[in-house]
């Protein structure tokens, strides 16, 4: 089973997920000539694709949906509310709908040989959801967009082999910086975005002794460092009570513009 980030950040998102012959993309957030290209880099094209699963209707996951599917007649899933938000958006033009298969928050779909299971996530957006994986015996997830996280999440995000989740802001940058109140509210509320330390939280609460990768994803290119990120987060891991040792666990930050990180496990 493989993760590999084609990109991810405050300014597009698109991960591959691929295991024997089932692969599937998470979210559009990049131009369709960027998806390309970062598949092309993993050794894959959109043709190989046996589905495309959007979290959320923000342009940052959807940008390049539009474009990729008026090019290729690719599977995609989503919750019902996300589908009508996505197709009504002005970003993404015609396409067919009959490519759109709603799916429920919480229960299992099975795309070829792989479990897909969306769970929710608190973030300002019609039905966000963050998606989970499995195969009969290695799992992973995608963890972004959201603001805060519950027992519920935690439970439902134990047992992972690999996690790319997001940690988008260092909280001083973010208070600090350019951006107009309002906004930084957004971004540090709780239907916001994960600060480091709070990434480095949710990491202590659901490693275990299968999880071995990490990947820090969904960084902010105004408000965080991937060494900010890296080393909170490490901090946060080794400070909690729970016997984890971050050096013992491969922790990488995903590039925000181009493929990195391939993880196999």
Same mark, same amino acid.
């Given at each position: ?8 950040? /405050? ?12 692969r ?63 197709? /009504? ?15 429920e ?33 290695? /799992?992973?997830?995608?963890v972004?967009?959201?603001? +805060? ?9 134990k047992?992972?082999?690999t996690?790319?989740?997001? /940690? ?17 509210? %957004? ?10 330390e709070? +990434? ?36 946060e ?18 590039? %925000? ?9």
């Amino acid at each position: 089973m493989i993760i590999a980030p084609i990109s991810s950040g /405050s300014r597009g998102n698109s991960i591959l997920i691929a295991h024997e012959g089932t692969r599937l993309l998470v979210d559009a957030g990049i131009s369709g000539k960027r998806i390309e290209e970062g598949l092309s880099f993993y050794g894959y094209r959109p043709t190989d694709l046996n589905g495309l699963l959007i979290t959320h209707e923000h342009t940052d996951h959807i940008q390049g949906l539009g474009v990729f599917l008026r090019k290729y007649d690719i599977p995609v899933y989503a919750p019902k509310e996300t589908i009508a938000a996505v197709l /009504s958006s002005p970003k993404i033009g015609k396409v067919n709908p009959a490519l759109f298969n709603p799916i429920e928050v919480g229960e299992c779909t099975q795309i070829e040989k792989v479990s897909v299971f969306p769970i929710k996530v608190v973030h300002d957006a019609v039905n966000p959801v963050c998606y989970r994986f499995d195969t009969s015996e290695k /799992s992973c997830a995608v963890v972004t967009d959201l603001g +805060c996280y519950d027992d519920t999440l935690v439970s439902r995000l134990k047992g992972l082999d690999t996690v790319l989740i997001e /940690s988008n802001h260092d909280i001083r940058m973010l208070q600090t910086g350019p951006y107009p109140f309002p906004l930084k509210q %957004r971004i540090w509320g709780s239907q916001g975005h994960l600060s480091n330390e709070n +990434c480095g939280r949710l990491l202590s609460r659901i490693a275990g002794k299968r999880l071995k990768h990490i990947i820090l994803g969904h960084l902010s290119g105004e408000n965080n460092y991937p060494e900010l990120a890296f080393e909170a987060v490490r901090n946060e891991i080794n400070f909690a009570d729970n016997g984890i040792n971050a050096d013992e666990l491969d922790i990488q930050v995903a590039s %925000r513009t181009e493929p990195s990180c391939l993880v196999e496990f």
